[in-house]
């Protein structure tokens, strides 16, 4: 029987617990991680982003109208503009009348919509409003005797323009539009005029273009 020198090399290593990956670092890992999904984040919802140089916000459209063509009015191409701005003088100066949907009330205010005064001669249109109205008229076959105060004194040419192109352009009208000249010349045309007119008998008697 022989026997091996009991020496230290002759050894195993001592056995140790847990499995061989705990040599991986874990605050590493998750740094790792975190950058990764940072960056694949960032390529994923920035990809539309244009690098074009310069502010890519687009102008509102009722600004742009506004100021690209001068002051409403004034630019018989500027539709847009006259019909926002006519809006706003129909809604404070004759809603009250003719209501919002410019049907008027039957027996005491004529309607707008569909009116052949409306959507007949511009001049005329502008002549009513500058000067009122007051005696018996016929719109859409209903007679009416009412009560129109003049606005010439009231509303601005550039107000009855727009106002004069609202009202031919809504409630199902599709009329000419109505520029800042012709109430100018409507208005040097009657302006020795100091009542209203007397109904359709003196609007009919008139020679409008
Ligand atoms: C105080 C009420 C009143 C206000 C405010 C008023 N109207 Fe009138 N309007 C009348 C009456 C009443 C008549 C009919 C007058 C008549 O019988 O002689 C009339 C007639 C008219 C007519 C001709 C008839 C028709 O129906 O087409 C037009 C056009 C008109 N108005 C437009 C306007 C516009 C535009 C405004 C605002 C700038 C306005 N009116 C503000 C009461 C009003």
Redesign the pocket.
């Known amino acids: 029987m022989t026997f091996k020198e009991d020496r230290l090399e002759n050894e195993k290593s001592d056995p140790h617990e847990g499995s061989s990956l705990k040599f991986i670092n874990v605050p590493l890992v998750l740094i790792a991680l975190f950058v990764g999904f940072g960056a694949t984040y960032l390529a994923l919802r920035t990809d539309n982003t244009s690098m074009t140089p310069g502010d890519s916000r687009t102008k509102p459209s009722g600004l742009a109208a506004a100021s690209d063509t001068g002051p409403a009015g004034t630019d018989a191409n500027n539709l847009p503009a006259l019909m926002e701005k006519g809006k706003q ?2 809604t404070t ?6 209501q919002a949907t410019g049907a ?1 009330i039957p027996g ?5 919509a569909e ?4 959507n007949g001669s511009p001049k005329r ?1 502008i002549a ?2 500058l000067h ?6 016929n ?2 076959g209903q007679k ?6 003049p ?1 010439k004194d009231q ?1 601005k040419p550039e ?2 323009a727009a ?2 192109t ?2 031919r352009n809504s409630f199902g009208n599709k009329s000419d539009l109505v520029t800042v000249d012709l109430v100018n010349k409507v208005k040097d045309e009657t302006k020795s005029r100091t009542t ?5 008998a003196e609007l009919n008697a008139q020679k409008w273009e």
């Open positions: 003088v129909f100066t004759c809603q009250a009348c003719h008027g005491a205010f004529p309607p707008l009116s052949e005064w409306v249109v009513i409003v009122g109205l007051q005696g018996e008229i719109v859409k009416f005797q009412g009560v129109m105060p606005f509303l107000d009855i106002v004069a609202y009202v209203s007119w007397g109904g359709e």
